[in-house]
């Protein structure tokens, strides 16, 4: 037996458990305390309780605040019998120590990116890890090019302070903000397990393939306008070939990385952000 405190029903309190095997971490290998417990309220504290507890289910519940660590709880089940009086509910659970994933940096192919805001999961049994980070300067452009030109590339990822053993990670949905001079905040997600078949469309494929070819007409049109600007600039007046040019620039084409990549953009990043 284990005496350990947990915050329930608005107030820390004392209980007492038994130890279960650990459970290994998925994202750091270490080991994680389980234990199991009984609880016993009144009948008036049943709703908030059971209530309490549920919001409180892995793998994605919040976690029941302890003395030194928090709690998921990974099994839940009640009981009563209709001839006490008072009415009491017993409850019977199972709880996972909670770790903090915070990662001081992410290095991916030699860029160092320092999480403003971190997440990792695991689904289905794939690793995604998701930061938000401001980079500029060679740093920025290093970072816009491996995301440009290599979405489809793996390479060795290191979560400093969570574990220093390489996964090997890909690129998913990058976007980015413009901020002050050439710094940019990037929402960056990372999807691990090469050679796994992809995660299924889901909503992804919402608008499909409309949105595709709606994106493709939109870049056409800005470069026909972009065209037309410097035409009108350096000729003075808009001609046959002037015409013709146009007409040509604005037939729809296969987007190139970076065209592609200025769909990603928002003036709104924090909404993004999960």
């Not at 393939?209 to 049109?221: D, G, K, M």
Request: hydrophobic share 35%.
């Amino acid at each position: 037996m284990t005496d350990f405190s947990l915050h329930l029903l608005g107030a820390q309190r004392q209980v007492r458990a038994d130890e279960l095997p650990s459970a290994t971490s998925a994202h750091t290998g270490r080991q994680l305390r389980r234990v199991k417990l009984e609880l016993r309220v009144p009948a008036d504290l049943q709703d908030d309780l059971d209530s309490e507890l549920k919001a409180a289910t892995a793998p994605t519940g919040h976690p029941l605040a302890g003395e030194d660590t928090t709690w998921l709880v990974t099994s839940h089940s009640y009981s009563y019998t209709d001839n006490e009086q008072p009415l009491v509910y017993t409850h019977r659970l199972e709880l996972q120590e909670v770790e903090a994933l915070q990662a001081s940096t992410v290095e991916v192919a030699g860029l160092p990116p320092v999480p403003i805001q971190y997440n990792e999961d695991i689904n289905e049994g794939a690793l995604l890890v998701s930061l938000v980070t401001d980079v500029s300067g060679e740093e920025g452009e290093r970072l816009e090019e491996l995301i440009v030109t290599h979405e489809d590339q793996y390479f060795d990822v290191v979560r400093r302070d969570i574990s220093e053993t390489p996964v090997r990670m890909r690129f998913g949905r990058c976007l980015w903000q413009q901020g002050e001079g050439d710094t940019r905040r990037h929402t960056l997600t990372l999807v691990a397990d090469e050679g796994q078949p992809d995660l299924p469309l889901g909503f992804a494929a919402i608008n499909q393939p409309q949105l595709a070819r709606t994106i493709e007409r939109t870049v056409a049109n800005a470069k026909a306008l972009d065209l037309l600007v410097e035409q009108l600039r350096s000729q003075g007046v808009l001609t046959e070939e002037v015409a013709a040019n146009m007409k040509a620039a604005a037939l729809p084409h296969d987007l190139t990385p970076r065209e592609n990549r200025e769909f990603c953009r928002t003036s709104k990043i924090d909404e993004y952000w999960r």
